[in-house]
């Protein structure tokens, strides 16, 4: 760093002699300084998230695998007591929904990993074809009318036109909507209300999900789609999650050409806000394609929403 010192002569109004002294520091060793230490805080911001998220990682894991060795041990210890019999069909049936449920939570968790591998290293599929968003979208929530029901929360689905077909891919939208939903129910309270709304324009289609929930702070909806963030850290927290699913979610809008966003209020509830281009292709082998997903789709309802249940 270099210390200056000048001296300049300046003529005043009446043409008198006068000088100006200044002094000027040369500041590039402290701007350097100043950007390692912001490249040094990020990267320690980012190491802080990813031993965050290997932590939280560790524990979902862990807690389903708990349950279904539990039960399997359970099991084998009535088998070698010769009393697998006794068991009773409701209490069996009870121990299997048991180990498929935790199977099921599993299996989303590698999913959602195998999905940020192939979106980070750029080999993530999307089969986009012309598809009627309507129906991929009400057929969803139909599916899974009777599961949230059943939290004694109601569901309502509505749009402005009965048909649209759009440039998308169906899987890929099945699954940005079943997680908001399920995202709703973790934190709708009971006799709460989901709302799932389209409204097509123009030129794009919009898609609303919302909630009576328990909202978000303004503090933290800046950080939702960010990669392993959980709106509730806390110890005492009631649901379970991985703080992946958000921004895969945004991922699969961003992918087909759309964005998301959303509109919270704490104590109010949360809704999401997706907008997709209404657009469609010339290149689809089919214009209206009746392929089967090999996964139905409440089977997925199963899988999605599999880490819903009290702590």
């Known amino acids: 760093m270099w210390l200056y010192v000048f001296k300049v002569a300046a003529l005043d109004e009446n043409e008198n002699v006068k000088y100006i002294f200044g002094m000027a520091k040369d500041i590039t060793r402290d701007k350097k300084i100043k950007a390692r230490r912001r490249v040094e805080e990020k990267e320690n911001e980012i190491e802080n998230l990813r031993n965050e998220f290997f932590a939280n990682i560790s524990h979902e894991f862990k807690t389903p695998l708990n349950i279904i060795l539990g039960t399997i041990q359970l099991l084998i210890k009535y088998n070698e007591n010769n009393k697998i019999c006794e068991i009773g069909e409701d209490k069996l049936n009870y121990y299997m929904s048991t180990m498929k449920q935790n199977s099921y939570r599993l ?145 699969l809008v961003e992918i087909q050409g759309g964005s998301i966003g959303v509109r919270s209020e704490e104590g109010k509830g949360t809704e ?17 394609s009746n392929k089967k997903n090999e996964i139905n789709i409440l089977e997925k309802c199963d899988i999605e929403f599999s880490d819903i249940y009290s702590i």
């Open 107 to 251: 299996l989303r968790l590698v999913d959602n990993l195998i999905d940020i591998t192939e979106i980070d290293t750029g080999y993530y599929d999307v089969n986009l074809e012309n598809k009627n968003i309507i129906s991929i979208i009400e057929e969803v929530v139909i599916s899974v009318a009777s599961y949230v029901e059943g939290k004694d929360i109601s569901i309502v689905f509505d749009t402005n036109k009965e048909e649209k077909f759009i440039c998308c891919d169906s899987d890929k939208i099945e699954k940005i909507i079943l997680n908001l939903i399920s995202n709703a129910i973790k934190y709708t309270h009971e006799d709460g209300k989901i709302e799932v709304n389209i409204d097509v324009a123009e030129d794009n289609v919009y898609i609303y999900v919302k909630d009576n929930g328990i909202g978000i702070s303004k503090q933290k909806i800046s950080t939702i789609f960010d990669r392993f963030v959980q709106i509730d850290k806390s110890l005492t927290r009631k649901q379970e999650g991985s703080g992946i699913g958000l921004s895969i979610v945004k991922e």
């Open 272 to 288: 999401f806000v997706i907008t997709l281009p209404a657009k469609t292709i010339d290149y689809c082998p089919n214009k209206v």
